[in-house]
């Protein structure tokens, strides 16, 4: 684990506690900090409240604000619009992911070494 790792944060958006729980378990164990939102609103909440992660790992399908509507809501803040953003659906196949606004795409399922990777560009 080197320094630079462990002072990277990574945003988990996910209305499945069992997956954002997984997620956030092998993200400390890499020596990054998570925090877990549940839903695209939950995680506009910590955002304006501060939080500023290396990236947001973001579950597309959700209930209160999925993942399209957070992304539209997070390109119109200034200070928010820059935080990288990886999808991570089920929902999504690799055809449409050109649709989808987002700076990388995890189809679900994928290992956890397709994880490691994908968060290593953008917090390393």
């Not at 944060?9 to 997620?23: G, H, K, M, Y």
Request: charged fraction near 20%; include cysteine; hydrophobic fraction near 50%.
């Amino acid at each position: 684990m080197s320094m630079s790792t462990t002072r990277c944060q990574v945003l988990v958006v996910d209305d499945d506690l069992s997956i954002s729980a997984v997620l956030a378990e092998f993200l400390e164990d890499e020596g990054y900090a998570v925090e877990v939102a549940k839903h695209g609103l939950d995680a506009l909440a910590q955002l304006r409240n501060g939080l500023r992660p290396c990236l947001i790992l973001l579950d597309w399908k959700m209930p209160v604000m999925g993942g399209a509507q957070f992304r539209v809501e997070q390109q119109r803040d200034n200070e928010l619009a820059a935080i990288p953003v990886a999808v991570i659906s089920a929902h999504i196949t690799q055809d449409a992911t050109e649709h989808v606004d987002a700076d990388a795409f995890l189809p679900k399922p994928f290992t956890l070494d397709q994880l490691s990777a994908t968060v290593a560009r953008f917090c390393l």
